[in-house]
């Protein structure tokens, strides 16, 4: 049985989070930009993916939300975020400045193209301008908005 268990993890593929992706869950421009966040969450509560996301991800997502949102509705994003691993910056630093000196990104987008570096995992992002830069990094992203049926198809088969 255990070594089971080690199979399926072994399937599963590690992700980075955009926080454009869990602003949408609370606060989507649009329907399709909000399901499609959902099924990104999905994919991590169902255990199909492991996802990281560097720690800058809570400043971002609180910076974003409390124009629309209320203290009491940040307090309730915060206790419900789905199972992210937040990766400190001392970890990512270095990769992340060799990779803006890279791709000239904006200094939020390569801490997470930084975590993917160092994971070895897949970008997934609403934000185009980050999916190019990640790129241009040699990182695999997919702009979700355009390329959700291959994100979907890409990611292992995942049944929706």
Do not use: C
Not at 8 to 31: F, G, M
Not at 123 to 147: C, F, H, P, S, V
């Amino acid at each position: 049985m255990k070594n089971s268990l080690v199979s399926v993890n072994a399937l599963r593929r590690k992700v980075v989070i955009d926080a454009s992706l869990i602003i949408d869950l609370y606060a989507a421009p649009s329907e399709e930009r909000a399901s499609i966040a959902e099924e990104v969450v999905t994919w991590i509560t169902r255990g199909i993916v492991d996802a990281f996301a560097p720690k800058l991800l809570i400043v971002e997502v609180m910076g974003v939300l409390s124009r629309y949102l209320s203290e009491e509705e940040l307090d309730l994003v915060l206790d419900t975020l789905p199972s992210i691993r937040l990766v400190p910056e001392e970890t990512i630093y270095e990769e992340a400045v060799r990779i803006a000196r890279k791709t000239g990104s904006r200094a939020a987008d390569a801490y997470y193209i930084a975590v993917a570096s160092i994971i070895n995992g897949v970008l997934l992002t609403n934000d185009r301008r980050q999916a190019q830069n990640a790129m241009k990094a040699g990182i695999r992203a997919y702009y979700l908005i355009e390329e959700m049926e291959r994100a979907r198809q890409d990611l292992s088969h995942l049944d929706t």
